[in-house]
């Protein structure tokens, strides 16, 4: 069975940084193809991060110079570095992992719990 745990959200000002963690059980997340989404309130939730298996990485146009996201194989997590936070980047953290033909917004797994993160301005 699929787990992911994701972490390290928390109350920030603005211009902070936070990094999350997405502790991943069932799945390898060296061989998958993983993502970071968030939904933030009143909001759809929205692709912010991939990174595939062979390690190439794409953002969403608002994080773009703020976000990185990096994963530990020997940890089996994934990793959202935040930095230069806005206000707007106040969501519900999520990973989950997807295919690369079927691409980011078909996710495989369900949710876990999210990690909130609020920045505060």
């Known amino acids: 069975q699929v787990q992911l745990v994701e972490s390290g959200g928390g109350l920030v000002q603005a211009g902070g940084s936070l990094r999350l963690s997405c502790a991943a059980s069932?799945?390898?997340?060296?061989?998958?193809?993983m993502g970071w989404y968030r939904r933030a309130p009143g909001k759809q939730r929205e692709l912010v991060a991939t990174i595939s298996s062979g390690g190439s990485t794409n953002f969403q146009e608002s994080v773009k110079g703020r976000f990185t996201i990096s994963r530990d194989n020997a940890k089996n997590t994934v990793y959202l570095q935040m930095n230069s936070l806005k206000p707007e980047d106040t969501a519900v953290y999520y990973c989950?992992?997807?295919?690369?033909?079927?691409?980011?917004?078909?996710?495989?797994?369900?949710w876990g719990q999210g990690t909130q993160v609020t920045v505060s301005s």
């Open positions: 989950n992992s997807y295919l690369a033909p079927t691409g980011p917004n078909y996710t495989l797994h369900s």
């Open positions: 069932g799945i390898r997340v060296s061989i998958n193809a």
